[in-house]
């Protein structure tokens, strides 16, 4: 059974820097894609950032370039993704995704809120 597990969201001042974790299972996780996902309150999910299995980053909107930067450890089965600088636009929910050579699965999600 797949699971991806994040953690590490939670509620920071403008400015401050989170690192969200999302470890999976169930699959190879040395061999998949592992991207980030955020979702806004009203609006459409988007690409935040992706790995692929050679290390090959493409980050997503250009709002968060210079930010964050997504890392993996297969060691640990995890991916990483270090947000600093953030912003009350940054406020949503942050999605794991795995893309596998047959399918994607998605995390659960963790709410990460921006505010002071």
């Known amino acids: 059974q797949v699971q991806l597990v994040e953690s590490g969201g939670g509620l920071v001042q403008p400015g401050g820097s989170l690192r969200l974790s999302c470890a999976g299972s169930?699959?190879?996780?040395?061999?998949?894609?592992m991207s980030w996902y955020r979702q806004a309150p009203g609006k459409e999910r988007e690409l935040v950032a992706e790995?692929?299995?050679?290390?090959?980053?493409?980050n997503g909107a250009d709002s968060i370039k210079g930010r964050f930067t997504i890392s993996r450890d297969n060691g640990k089965n995890t991916v990483y993704l270090q947000m600093n600088s953030l912003k009350p636009d940054d406020t949503a929910i942050y999605y794991c995704?795995?893309?596998?050579?047959?399918?994607?699965?998605w995390g659960q999600g963790t709410q990460v809120t921006i505010s002071s």
């Open positions: 995704n795995a893309k596998t050579l047959f399918r994607a699965y």
């Open positions: 169930g699959f190879t996780f040395s061999s998949a894609t």
């Open positions: 790995i692929t299995r050679a290390g090959v980053i493409t």
